[in-house]
Antibody, heavy 120, light 106 residues
Framework: EVQLVESGGGLVQPGGSLRLSCAAS????????MNWIRQAPGKGLEWLAY????????FYADSVRGRFTISRDNAKNSLYLQMNSLRDEDTAIYYC?????????????WGQGTTVTVSS | IQMTQSPSSLSASVGDRVTITCRAS??????LAWFQQKPGKAPKLLIY???TLQPGVPSRFSGSGSGTDFTLTISSLQPEDVATYYC?????????FGQGTKVDIK
């Protein structure tokens, strides 16, 4: 099945770190840029980070710049989000989503999400 | 660039025509997508390029607009359309989402 599967979520104390993974299956991973998006409980969607195919173009939301790092391993068909200095407000469901490289291609596939809870 | 959706929620009858608007604070050409999110599920792409229907999405969904003002229309609301709808700009970073519009059945 063509899919994205996130993992690595869990309970972490404020100030702690966590590394999320997103595994791509049954599509050509190197044909897509990738993104991380999160959704706090009862809230809307917040875009966090973008990485292009060659990892030469990376962007972050202001809310996570300097604390979170997006990366990918094309040989392993995997996307990562290293999250450091975690805060209570980082508690959310974290989704990865692929973005085609065509002119108007959008986020056409999302994973099911992984839950991160930051609490003491 | 800010993305402002309206209304924040609406209630309509089955068969009604429903319209949701999204306004960008600066022009974004046609780099506007619409997503549907049902409770407990990941978002699903409905419309990209402001007006192109994603394959597999029912034809009662349509999108229009360009520049700063965009519209998502459901021509005949169905019970399975109960969800929250988000617009998103993706011309550049940050790829900002609107705050969402919750749609339910009257």
């Amino acid at each position: 099945e063509v899919q994205l599967v996130e993992s690595g979520g869990g309970l972490v104390q404020p100030g702690g770190s966590l590394r999320l993974s997103c595994a791509a299956s049954r599509f050509t991973f190197t044909s897509y840029s990738m993104n991380w998006i999160r959704q706090a409980p009862g809230k809307g969607l917040e875009w966090l980070a973008y990485i292009n195919v060659g990892s030469t173009s990376i962007f972050y939301a202001d809310s996570v710049r300097g604390r979170f790092t997006i990366s990918r391993d094309n040989a392993k068909n995997s996307l990562y989000l290293q999250m450091n200095s975690l805060r209570d407000e980082d508690t959310a469901i974290y989704y990865c989503a692929r973005e085609g490289t065509g002119r108007f291609d959008a986020f056409d596939m999302w994973g099911q999400g992984t839950t991160v809870t930051v609490s003491s | 660039i800010q993305m402002t959706q309206s209304p924040s929620s609406l209630s309509a009858s089955v068969g009604d025509r429903v319209t949701i608007t999204c306004r960008a604070s600066q022009g974004i050409s046609n780099y506007l997508a619409w997503f549907q999110q049902k409770p407990g599920k990941a978002p699903k792409l409905l419309i990209y390029g402001a007006s192109t229907l994603q394959p597999g999405v029912p034809s009662r969904f349509s999108g229009s607009g360009s520049g700063t003002d965009f519209t998502l229309t459901i021509s005949s609301l169905q019970p399975e359309d109960v969800a929250t709808y988000y617009c998103q700009k993706y011309d550049s970073a940050p790829r900002t989402f609107g705050q969402g519009t919750k749609v339910d059945i009257k």
